[in-house]
């Protein structure tokens, strides 16, 4: 609070002078805004995914009366998620954390979405295939349905 002892004329230019800077700091900024643009769509993309499978979820909440079948599909949705958080953790974040050299992004792009494919296809092959052991594990005779289901539902 030493700034508050000043008088008005010098208080008024300490307070100009860090508006200064922060137009500065600013305008530095914009130029790197500009230099990132591609990495920072690819961000605004995956949030506005996020807010859009949020609706969906949220529909899908509604359709459903009984408690019950909420319940599978809550499972159905903890699955899902918990596949998406590994592929996008793993694969996608590496694209888009440490970016490639420009000539390198077609080949980057398509190895990043073949491996995102094989992982969000596969962990849901292996639940419907390990499918008695996740029945036993949850105690849920229909989480048949959930694994049957899985692999489309990662797919879209």
């Not at 494919?117 to 349905?145: D, H, S, Y």
Request: charged content about 15%.
């Amino acid at each position: 609070m030493a700034g508050t002892f000043l008088p008005a004329g010098l208080q008024a230019g300490r307070n100009f002078a860090a508006t200064f800077r922060l137009i500065l700091t600013t305008q530095e900024h914009h130029v790197q805004l500009r230099e990132h643009a591609a990495k920072l769509s690819w961000t605004a993309l995956d949030k506005l995914l996020f807010i859009f499978y949020g609706g969906i979820t949220l529909l899908q909440i509604r359709a459903l009366g009984d408690p019950a079948e909420y319940g599978l599909a809550s499972q159905l949705l903890t699955l899902q998620t918990w596949i998406f958080i590994i592929t996008d953790g793993s694969v996608l974040q590496a694209v888009i954390q440490f970016g490639v050299q420009r000539e390198e992004q077609p080949r980057t792009n398509t190895i990043a979405l073949a491996l995102h494919t094989a992982v969000a296809l596969g962990i849901p092959l292996l639940i419907l295939l390990m499918q008695p052991l996740f029945t036993a594990l949850f105690k849920e005779p229909r989480f048949e349905v959930v694994a049957a289901t899985l692999p489309l539902y990662c797919l879209l």
